[in-house]
């Protein structure tokens, strides 16, 4: 048995685990280690492989910022900035048709640029936009699809944990990386704004039960002060995070510390932190950021063994020789992502594909900063699709008892779904999208 059939068996056994439903970190570190074994012909080259792996692999200030940011995402989320953001968006909307779901985007995409979990922007609109929504006159389909659907601008606009999981595995600048998914971002955003609006003033009975009664403006009670005061940490949050980290005065790590800091200051100021909630808080970062770091020591010693099978090269070598090119390369990639979106959750693609893919990617003459953007997105379309769909899933959580069924949540998302296929689209054909800012 040579090497790349080892290689290609690796692969082979890993979707076969998988599918019966080991963790996927626990598959990546038994086929790495029976891989390196079996390669080497060597049990003890396996154990200090696995061992320089488990030392080596997380051990760089860079890691620190995943806890960093999942701790401030997790203090943005208790501290009702998620709330009022959707309340100041709302009162500025609230007299364009559909105003309240363009609202719901417009909170998530300020929303991601300081939690960067999608999960946190889905479990949090759907307590505050769906029951507002609905009370005028929205149709569930619509309410839960429009929460579903604009809570992926989390992992797209920076921070983004799927951003932090990319560069680590392509071993690319994480900043740049945060960088260039402010426009891809901005561009789902108004895609699905558009959506909204083109759905509102054309085809209003299926947005809304009373089409009529829904295009009354909605009132307001918050003054304009009110309003003001409650973007001011929303505001100084972004500012710190992502001006700090743009204007080059803070690493991504340190951007994520002073993020995580502001958050809390947030929300002890608010008096939405007592010791049971910090407590509470602390756990949950701790179980997150141990399991994304468990995954990627997994990742880095699965991507090693491929790598001295030789897996990589041979199948770069068989898409030069199918002439599929670099866009034909990137069709096909793009295509495995959304079919494993059906099956997996968004780290565990990232952490299968990426150290498969981004050699071939840089042996095409691709930018990794640019091809990470098309994989995030391509991703983060996988939240959306069944039957997983790990974002609708969420929302359905998160309503508890609702009479809403997934398939009026999935068949609400499908709508965006189609815009972040379009986006992916243009952002894949035109990379200045991606690097402008980068640049």
């Not at 507002?132 to 929460?147: D, L, S």
Request: hydrophobic share 60%.
């Amino acid at each position: 048995m040579t090497d790349l059939q080892i290689g290609l068996s690796l692969i082979a056994g890993m979707v076969f685990l998988i599918m019966l439903g080991l963790h996927i970190g626990v598959s990546l570190l038994l086929l790495s280690f029976i891989g390196a074994w079996v390669i080497r012909d060597n049990p003890e080259i396996a154990f200090r492989l696995v061992a320089l792996s488990a030392y080596s692999g997380i051990n760089d200030y860079l890691f620190a910022t995943i806890p960093l940011f999942v701790l401030m995402g997790l203090l943005v989320s208790i501290s009702d900035v998620g709330k009022d953001t959707f309340h100041v968006a709302e009162a500025l909307l609230r007299r364009l048709r559909g105003g309240l779901a363009m609202a719901t985007v417009a909170a998530n995409a300020v929303f991601a640029a300081v939690t960067g979990i999608s999960i946190a922007s889905a479990a949090v609109f759907t307590k505050v936009a769906v029951p507002e929504m609905m009370r005028h006159g929205y149709r569930a389909k619509w309410a839960v699809g429009t929460v579903a659907g604009s809570s992926i601008l989390g992992m797209l606009i920076p921070p983004s944990l799927l951003m932090i999981i990319y560069g680590v595995l392509a071993e690319q600048s994480i900043g740049k990386l945060f960088i260039a998914g402010a426009i891809p971002g901005l561009i789902i955003s108004v895609g699905f704004v558009t959506v909204i609006w083109l759905t509102a003033t054309f085809r209003p009975q299926s947005m809304f039960e009373n089409p009529a009664a829904a295009a009354a403006p909605v009132e307001v009670e918050d003054s304009t002060a009110s309003l003001l005061m409650k973007l001011v940490p929303i505001v100084a949050l972004v500012t710190i995070v992502l001006g700090g980290l743009y204007g080059g005065f803070f690493t991504p790590t340190e951007a994520g510390g002073m993020g995580a800091f502001g958050a809390f200051l947030i929300a002890i100021a608010r008096r939405r932190l007592n010791a049971n909630k910090l407590w509470r808080v602390l756990k949950e970062t701790g179980h997150v950021s141990v399991g994304i770091l468990f995954l990627l020591i997994a990742a880095g010693l699965y991507s090693k063994v491929l790598a001295m099978a030789g897996v990589p090269n041979a199948i770069s070598e068989m898409v030069s020789s199918l002439g599929l090119g670099k866009w034909g390369f990137l069709v096909l990639y793009v295509l495995i992502l959304l079919a494993l979106g059906c099956i997996l959750d968004s780290s565990s693609i990232l952490l299968i594909m990426v150290p498969i893919a981004a050699p071939i990617a840089e042996s095409f003459g691709m930018d990794l900063i640019h091809f990470g953007v098309i994989t995030v997105i391509a991703v983060e379309c996988g939240l959306l699709t069944p039957p997983f769909g790990i974002a609708i899933f969420t929302v359905k959580a998160t309503l508890g008892e609702s009479k809403i069924g997934l398939e009026t949540i999935f068949k609400g998302a499908m709508p965006y779904f189609f815009v972040m296929l379009s986006s992916l689209v243009l952002i894949a054909a035109v990379p200045w999208f991606s690097l402008a800012l980068v640049n």
